[in-house]
Nanobody, 119 residues
Framework: QAQLVESGGGLVQAGESLRLSCAASSRTFGVNAIGWYRQAPGKQREFVAAISTGGRTNIADSVKGRFTISGDNAKNTVYLQMNSLKPEDTALYYC?????????????WGQGTQVTVSS
């Protein structure tokens, strides 16, 4: 069973950058993709980005051009590089692992890491 641990969140000003990390405990049978989702207060959880085990990536239109996703197989870690952050990017960011790329999300979720962007 995959265990996912996110890190890298924090409080930044608009225009700044953050890099989130998602460390997986081990390779898990049936996991073909790692994705990032976010949930702002009062809103539904939304897809942000995903990377397949083969290296394909998919980025949501709302963050395309500002966010990139990458992976380090040796470290079982996926990164979400977030540049030119905006206040509307403020949310709890979750890592997810599952069989489908890029969506829907799988059954494995991390605990989330908070990203707050001040104007």
């Amino acid at each position: 069973q995959a265990q996912l641990v996110e890190s890298g969140g924090g409080l930044v000003q608009a225009g700044e950058s953050l890099r989130l990390s998602c460390a997986a405990s081990s390779r898990t049978f049936g996991v073909n993709a790692i994705g990032w989702y976010r949930q702002a207060p009062g809103k539904q959880r939304e897809f942000v980005a995903a990377i397949s085990t083969g290296g394909r990536t998919n980025i949501a239109d709302s963050v395309k051009g500002r966010f990139t996703i990458s992976g380090d197989n040796a470290k079982n870690t996926v990164y979400l590089q977030m540049n030119s952050l905006k206040p509307e990017d403020t949310a709890l960011y979750y890592c997810n692992a599952g069989p489908s790329f890029p969506t829907p999300p799988g059954k494995y979720w991390g605990q989330g890491t908070q990203v707050t962007v001040s104007s």
